[in-house]
């Protein structure tokens, strides 16, 4: 698999990725918007679990190679294993978790790597979510937030000299910045522009085609949908408007509820972690 590992963007093939199921997932310490407001009502774990397989089955019925980590009750954020690292070109990355309750999880995913002979970076020190970093070619987004620092955005440019990458500060309530931004293509990306001030909405509108998304759409993370490639997407079925703007603009849009599990902040791109998307030939 070490030899296979590559990711150069958000919409090549996608190939292998990294879930973990929500076994023990439950709100167990607000750490996000979203989980204030469903905190009294909290997660039906059962129902995460059952949402989680037929996400599984339909990324596999699309050729896909899951592998899932092994899920340990101390950690009930698990389940978003996109943060816990991510992989630019054929280096995956792991660093410190932002959160004291999620701190712990990348020795998982650390062991599982070791076990499958593949080599990482350790940013031990460096506090850099994968939620927070987007990329496109030799351009990597990185959020500033909450999770994820200007120090280790600039140490990320130091391990990754070839690429060029972007701070981009984002209102820090939104959590990761796949929260209200996201790339579909090398023309295309969608947008939440209230979460922006006016100097990074001026720079990413003016790389992309932007397409915008409401309030409300926001805030059932529309932006936060996975491209396995060829114009495809999954997303919930519960964002009608964006996913209706997809398809007039071509795109192929896989429906899957998973709406229990993002009660704890986080959708189809916070649950994938990307091993290999094939490039394709020029």
Not at 197 to 214: A, N, P, V
Not at 224 to 248: H, R, W, Y
Not at 273 to 278: A, M
């Amino acid at each position: 698999m070490r030899d296979q590992m590559a990711c150069y963007s958000e919409y090549d093939q996608l190939k292998d990725v990294i879930l973990c199921e929500p076994k023990f997932m439950k709100i167990r310490e607000v750490i996000n918007e979203t989980q204030k407001y469903y905190a009294d009502e909290n997660i039906d774990t059962e129902l995460a679990v059952k949402q989680h397989k037929r996400f599984i089955k339909a990324l596999e019925e699309k050729g896909i190679t899951v592998h899932c980590l092994p899920a340990i009750q101390e950690y009930p954020e698990q389940v978003f294993t996109r943060d816990i690292g991510f992989t630019i070109g054929h280096t995956l990355y792991i660093s410190a978790m932002g959160r004291e309750i999620r701190q712990g999880e990348e020795k998982i995913l650390k062991e599982w790597m070791n076990e499958e002979h593949i080599t990482i970076k350790d940013l031990q020190h460096d506090s850099i979510e994968g939620g927070d970093v987007l990329l496109d070619r030799k351009t990597v987004y990185v959020g500033v937030s909450h999770r994820t620092s200007r120090e280790a955005i600039a140490n990320l440019q130091k391990h990754e000299p070839e690429y060029t990458i972007i701070p981009v500060p984002f209102n820090e309530k939104y959590l990761h910045l796949d929260c209200v931004f996201n790339v579909l293509s090398p023309e295309e990306a969608i947008i939440y522009p209230p979460a922006f001030h006016e100097e990074e909405l001026k720079l990413l509108t003016s790389r992309y085609q932007t397409i915008e998304i409401d309030e409300d759409e926001q805030f059932t993370l529309g932006t936060n949908i996975l491209s396995i490639g060829d114009k495809t997407i999954f997303a919930l079925p519960v964002n009608k408007k964006i996913n209706a703007k997809l398809k007039e603009r071509g795109y192929h849009v896989i429906e899957v509820d998973i709406t229990e599990i993002i009660k704890s902040g986080g959708a189809f791109r916070c649950i994938t972690l990307p091993l290999d998307r094939q490039k394709p030939t020029p």
